[in-house]
């Protein structure tokens, strides 16, 4: 057991704050890695302001996390001392449920160990995420980062990419599909890239006109403003696949009226509930919304490679871990392109 | 051109009376029947009443129509004088749209052509449906009803049948599957016939503890009561498909919570505005909700096919067409085991 440098929320709607947590010894399966990028997702804050019940203090968020091995138990042989790794929302699952058998391990049955706030079972209390040092992790849950990409822009792959990245691999979208991206975000910002990067003709569709510019240079190739009516029946039932990212509830029929026969939204970023949908609107042309939830481990995996053939990262404005709670304050108002990364040098460095 | 019997509403929320109506004359496609029997469809109710909008009056209601063909066209070869047929919801559609092409008439890109309250392209106005004594019909949307059911019990398997059928074929239930119906009323209680000879577990869902012993009877292996928390969370994520008949808008997240995942809950009866959805039930476990309407004629075979190898029959009472009215008030107040069929020969044999 080591004891490293943290940044923790001490209760809820507090401001994070240094903090020395334990990090377990390394056993024959883990693999210990030090933190060098750390990425801030949405449900960091969720999370520190207990927004969806059950968050045990001290909070250290983070699940965005890259770094290097530093040390592996005996029994890993596909990482070594060196290697670039990520860890992304999950550190453990049950491994023997129907879900985790079929590599999607973020529908584990039993319950699987979120990378904070999740049930520690190796020292009891809680998990504490990447807002710092070092973390220790089960060498099932630790992925492998192409060293040719950015890895400051490649922590974000290990939340926002998978969310996203995952529906558009399940649902099968193709080259020459015509795809949406509802919401430019964080989530939003990497379903551009992958769906342009995956060949379809991608639409980014947002309620802001002054972010038509961001959005083609991003990949779309073409922007719908989804409170032009007009534009918006022009482009009625002619969608294959609308990857929603809205992160609050919202009027969804709008939306649904874009999809073809058949054609499937998917929502990523609104857990909570959503407008009145109107029935009609699914009937008439058998129209269907689901929901995803982040990404198994073997496709965040090939999320990760793609990437690296592809040359795809996150695009992020980096920040030191002193600045944290300035960092929140400006995801909450959406005030970041598009993601912050916290470079973990400066925890490290400070006294 | 003929003069026949009908029965319509002359307007918005007035009773049904006799009314002489003209049928076009058999064109060389054309298929004219003689109707022997006619069920009585909500969608009925909702059109005299205008519920939806756009109602044409007269409105000769009728879409779930049994008869004997009286006459053919030159070019009809799959008909004959004296077969027993069936005509559902649609009478024509374009014939050259992707949804046409692939047999889902129902989802016809240019507009199909409902039986009633649709654009009559031979005679002007708007087409008149079944509650009348004959119907001449394109003999590509004319049914062959198989000789050894009941024609009576035949006729809701027009709408009522087709529209539980289509889902469960779609989404390929199959023997062993666990599948709840929703609300036991005419779709409903087709929809539990289905299931069950389709091979399913095959589960009631109903708020009324009274209804159990008659859903056992039409096949359910299981009753659940959605009022009963207990035995609502006993169930929960353990259905492979969902077919939700209540024909309002209504709360859907308890039966989401019964979705296992990747599940898809199928609506066939609300076309209006459903509660508020948690996004949050459908991202954890990558649920679905989708809507399904009716069903294509080339389906709508196969299901009548289907019916003829297991004998099933909807459970009619069988009224005369001088008692419309009452039945439409008990339909409302969902007074009915499980559909009115009108026995049209009190039509004719009417002065």
């Known amino acids: 057991m080591s004891e490293v440098k943290a940044y923790a929320a001490p209760k809820e709607s507090a401001d994070l ?23 801030v997702c949405h449900s960091d804050i969720h999370t520190v302001q207990n927004d969806w019940g059950g968050s045990q203090y001290p ?44 590599d999607l391990e973020q529908y584990c049955e039993n319950g699987n160990t979120m990378t904070y706030n999740g049930e520690d079972k190796h020292l009891g209390g809680h998990t504490f995420g990447g807002y710092s040092e070092k973390i220790v992790v089960d060498t099932k849950f630790v992925l492998r980062i192409p060293e040719n990409i950015d890895p400051k ?25 015509k795809v949406g991206v509802i919401g430019l975000g ?3 910002h990497m379903g ?10 991608t639409v980014m569709i947002t309620t802001s006109p002054s972010k038509s510019e ?7 190739d073409e922007v719908l403003i989804s409170k032009d009516d007009k534009e918006m029946e022009k482009h009625a039932n ?25 054609a499937t939204m998917v929502l990523v970023g609104a ?38 053939e592809h040359n795809i990262t996150s695009d992020v404005e980096m920040i030191d871990m002193q600045d944290i709670n300035k960092a929140f304050d400006r995801v909450k108002s959406s005030d970041v392109k598009y993601r912050f990364v916290i470079d973990m040098k400066s925890l490290k460095e400070s006294k």
């Open 271 to 308: 857990i909570e509930p959503l407008d009145p949908i109107h029935g009609g609107g699914l009937v008439l042309k058998r129209k269907k919304v689901a929901g995803s939830l982040i990404g198994g481990i073997k496709e965040t995996q090939e999320m990760l490679d793609f990437c690296g």
């Open 238 to 262: 002619s969608f294959d696949f609308l990857l929603n990212t809205v992160p609050v509830g919202h009027d969804t029929n709008p939306y649904i009226q874009l999809l073809k026969r058949d």
């Open 192 to 201: 551009i890239k992958f769906a342009h990067a995956l060949g379809a003709h």
């Open 186 to 188: 964080g989530l939003g």
């Open 17 to 39: 704050k240094p903090l020395d947590i334990k990090r377990r010894a390394v056993t024959k399966d883990d693999v210990e890695i030090d933190i060098e990028y750390c990425g």
């Open 214 to 220: 961001d959005a083609k240079k991003l990949g779309a």
């Open 59 to 102: 909070v250290v968020p983070g699940h965005e996390i890259i770094g290097r091995v530093t040390s592996v138990g005996e029994n890993v042989t596909n990482y070594k001392k060196g290697d670039l790794v990520g860890v992304g929302c999950m550190v453990d699952s049950c491994q023997t449920c129907d879900s985790c058998k079929e």
């Open 153 to 177: 822009g490649a922590a974000p792959l290990l939340c926002a990419g998978i969310t996203t990245w995952s529906p558009l691999a399940h649902w099968g979208v193709k080259k020459g599909d």
